[in-house]
């Protein structure tokens, strides 16, 4: 038997459980509250109240979000925002709209990477920020905290939204020169930066690969900077199609004319 205090007279209630002699399990009393355990005998002898103790907890924790600035992430990227409750416990994130009234139900989610566990072992009352879980669903997922007990809060709305998507390019749009279908360049060796002195008509296009109106659009060259012309093939390496040759770190043109490197020694 059961019983919510020490005492010599027991009476059944929501403070009071049984179990037979044999039992080897019994349950627990719908009241919260802290139990030691009595046996009694079929003559109405009683022992003392067992040294262990049983807490029964019945009520169910707070999510909350005490810094709670809408986010945008990715699988495992670190939040600004916090999540909290107010019992020791486990803290989850869960897609919205998805069943998290149970530990089960939670798991459920976990495997269908619907939720994730935000914070184990998380203290009562203090804030946490989150790593996102790997593989998740896109979307919006709320706070929901399970106790030491499984009892499971209500779902507090989130401010994580999962973006595990990467954009996808859709269209390109191309167009010549309104202006004219080329633009004449005249590079000087004297600026230390072209390897000779030399003129270029390039040819150009207008390309929206920076935004979807004309005010966006970005020209492009059609041919290597310095090149006399655009290459013939993909394995044209004629000298007229090469153009010179740029060091990354360095604004720099270099030309090899098969017996000297123009450029090479400046800088």
């Known amino acids: 038997m059961l ?24 349950l627990a009393p719908a009241t919260e ?17 067992s040294t262990a103790t049983l807490t029964v907890d019945t009520t169910p924790p707070v999510a909350s979000a005490p810094t709670s ?13 916090t999540v909290q409750s107010t019992e020791a416990g486990n803290i989850y994130l869960v897609k919205t709209e998805t069943s998290a009234t ?6 459920s989610a976990v495997t269908a990477n619907t939720a994730f566990l935000g914070k184990s072992a998380a203290v009562a009352d203090t ?35 999962v973006d595990n998507t990467a954009p996808a390019i859709t269209s390109i749009t191309s167009t010549t020169n309104p ?16 390897p000779v002195d030399k003129t270029v008509t390039y040819g150009t296009v207008l390309t929206n690969l920076a935004g979807p109106t004309a005010t966006t659009y970005r020209r492009w060259i059609t041919q290597n900077l310095g090149a006399t012309n655009q290459a013939t093939s993909a394995d044209d ?19 090899h004319d098969t017996f000297n490197c123009l450029g090479c020694n400046r800088g």
């Open 33 to 49: 509250g802290t139990y030691k355990l009595y046996v009694i005998d079929a003559a109405g002898n009683y022992s003392t109240a």
């Open 127 to 161: 804030p946490y920020t989150i790593t996102v879980a790997e593989s998740l669903v896109d979307g919006l997922y709320d706070i929901v905290a399970v106790d030491n007990y499984d009892n499971v809060s209500s779902a507090c709305t989130g401010w994580l939204t």
């Open 237 to 255: 390496a004629t000298e007229p199609s090469a153009g010179w040759y740029w060091q990354f770190n360095r604004k720099q043109g270099f030309k």
């Open 102 to 107: 149970t530990q089960a139900l939670i798991d």
């Open 179 to 194: 202006a004219g279908d080329s633009i004449t360049v005249t590079h000087t060796a004297a600026g230390g930066v072209a």
């Open 3 to 26: 019983y919510a205090t020490e005492t010599t007279t027991f009476a059944a209630g929501a403070t009071m459980t049984t179990a037979i002699g044999t039992a080897t399990s019994i």
């Open 69 to 81: 600035t809408a986010q945008i992430l990715k699988s495992g990227d670190v939040s600004t925002s």
